[in-house]
């Protein structure tokens, strides 16, 4: 079973970047495509990104667009999120996940939390004025 650990998060001022990593480790990540979620407190879980296992397919949530990019190396393992240009409303608890086979073609089914069955324990980002 694929278990994923996130890193890099902590307390930036507005306009700062971070660069948070999901790594995987327990059983094979080949074939998943990962996604990032975050959550602020008081609100559901909110589609960040996702990248297929090729890198090759990229669907970034609206409110990140052109701020934040997705990147993966699977020699270690790893699915990347870097974060340029923070926002207060950017603050929560962000979550790496991963689902078996292809990105689906529906932004829905994409973006639901319920497609993806394999979640880190996520890492807290907390952006101030």
């Known amino acids: 079973q694929v278990q994923l650990e996130e890193s890099g998060g902590g307390l930036v001022q507005a306009g700062e970047s971070l660069r948070l990593s999901c790594t995987a480790s327990?059983?094979?990540?080949?074939?998943?495509?990962t996604a990032w979620f975050r959550r602020a407190p008081g609100k559901e879980h909110e589609f960040v990104a996702v990248?297929?296992?090729?890198?090759?397919?990229?669907w970034y949530g609206n409110s990140v667009k052109g701020r934040f990019a997705i990147s993966r190396d699977n020699a270690v393992n790893s699915v990347y999120l870097q974060m340029n240009g923070l926002k207060p409303e950017d603050t929560g608890v962000y979550y790496c996940?991963?689902?078996?086979?292809?990105?689906?073609?529906?932004?829905?089914?994409?973006?639901?939390?319920?497609?993806?069955?394999?979640w880190g324990q996520g890492t807290q980002v907390t952006v101030s004025l």
């Open positions: 990248i297929s296992w090729s890198g090759r397919t990229i």
């Open positions: 996940a991963a689902a078996l086979g292809a990105v689906s073609g529906s932004m829905r089914a994409r973006s639901s939390p319920n497609q993806y069955p394999y």
């Open positions: 327990g059983g094979t990540f080949t074939n998943h495509h």
